[in-house]
């Protein structure tokens, strides 16, 4: 049992590249969500997903896309990187998004630096 | 804004003694509230939890308490050991998991 993997652990863009973060979680959880973290500030909601084929925007979602084909898995886009997006990047899962709280479980982390 | 907040960075405890971390909320329609812990390099991973409807809850060395008239939440361990060295941070929200706001964590120390 894996749990919640993210891929890559770092990576480098420049402003204007697009990319995409890789999120799967093996138990069979049916909330994933997507978290920004910054220096002095907590973690933010960027997209969740209650269910395979439902997505929807959270706190801080503007310059980024998400889709949820299957249950295992949430990638996140980035459409065109820019510094501001320069970040750590956390994705999660909970077995139930009928209450917050449960626990939700996250995975490593992919740290994104925008030049 | 920042609905919850803590407003301790830092926080540095002898081992065996207690540790208090602090929380504050703004919005008084939070029903639920969390605590996580975050070692570096890693994802945050979830301590203890308490609904609305409590004011405390305990779970082995960790306790957390609830004063909603001071929109106030803390969390107690004792005893304090060096392995709980870690960033704390304060959660809370509101019905679905989606309403939930972090606190920015506080960085706890316990030194042997």
């Known amino acids: 049992n894996a749990g919640v993997t993210q891929t890559p652990k770092f990576q480098v863009l420049k402003t204007g590249q697009s990319m995409t973060l890789q999120c799967a979680q093996d138990?069979?959880?049916?909330?994933m969500s997507w978290y920004r973290q910054d220096p002095g500030m907590g973690l933010r909601l960027i997209h969740y997903?209650?269910?395979?084929?439902?997505?929807d925007q959270g706190e801080v979602p503007n310059g980024y896309n998400v889709s949820r084909s299957t249950t295992e898995d949430f990638p996140l886009r980035l459409l065109s990187a820019a510094p501001s997006q320069t970040s750590v990047y956390f994705c999660?899962?909970?077995?139930?998004?009928?209450?917050?709280?449960?626990?939700?479980?996250f995975g490593p982390g992919t740290r994104l630096t925008v030049l | 804004d920042q609905q919850v907040k803590q407003n301790s960075p830092s926080l540095s405890v002898q081992e065996g003694r207690i540790s208090i971390l602090n929380c504050d909320y703004t919005n008084s329609m939070f029903d639920y509230f969390l605590w996580y812990k975050k070692y570096p390099a890693e994802g945050p991973t979830f301590l203890i939890s308490i609904s609305s409807i409590k004011d405390k809850n305990e779970d082995g060395r960790f306790t957390v308490f609830l004063n909603k008239s001071a929109k106030h939440l803390s969390l107690h361990i004792v005893p304090s050991q060096p392995g709980d060295s870690a960033v704390y941070f304060c959660?809370?929200?509101?019905?679905?998991?989606?309403?939930?706001?972090f606190g920015a964590g506080t960085r706890l120390t316990v030194k042997p």
């Open positions: 999660a899962s909970s077995y139930t998004p009928t209450s917050g709280l449960n626990e939700q479980f």
């Open positions: 138990m069979n959880h049916e909330y």
């Open positions: 959660a809370a929200g509101r019905g679905l998991p989606n309403d939930m706001r």
């Open positions: 997903s209650v269910g395979a084929g439902i997505t």
